[in-house]
């Protein structure tokens, strides 16, 4: 099985910057897209930043200019910078791989911004 660990949350100013890492471990089937969601308690969980496999990436639109999502594909980690951090940014973020052998999710790591 495949799982992924997550890490580089906490609590942070507003206008600051924070990165999350997210390393792979296990048997790792050909992936197709790896990501990182967002989700507050009662909310849905959405789409914050995904790279694709040809290096192609895309973002919310509240979060484009800000936060940069990136690979290391020797260490099998997927990073996300987040810089101008705002309030509404305060969530729990999750990573996910989707590939061949189906979707696996990251345990969550809190990122609260806040004065």
């Known amino acids: 099985q495949v799982q992924l660990v997550e890490s580089g949350g906490g609590l942070v100013q507003p206008g600051g910057s924070l990165r999350l890492s997210c390393e792979a471990s296990g048997r790792i089937p050909s992936i197709y897209a790896m990501g990182w969601y967002r989700q507050a308690p009662g909310k849905q969980r959405e789409l914050v930043a995904r790279i694709t496999n040809d290096g192609s990436t895309n973002y919310a639109d509240s979060v484009k200019g800000r936060f940069t999502i990136s690979r290391d594909n020797a260490k099998n980690t997927v990073y996300l910078q987040m810089k101008s951090l705002k309030s509404e940014d305060t969530d729990v973020y999750y990573c996910?791989?989707?590939?061949?052998?189906?979707?696996?999710w990251g345990q969550g790591t809190q990122v609260t911004v806040s004065s």
């Open positions: 996910n791989i989707a590939s061949s052998g189906g979707g696996v």
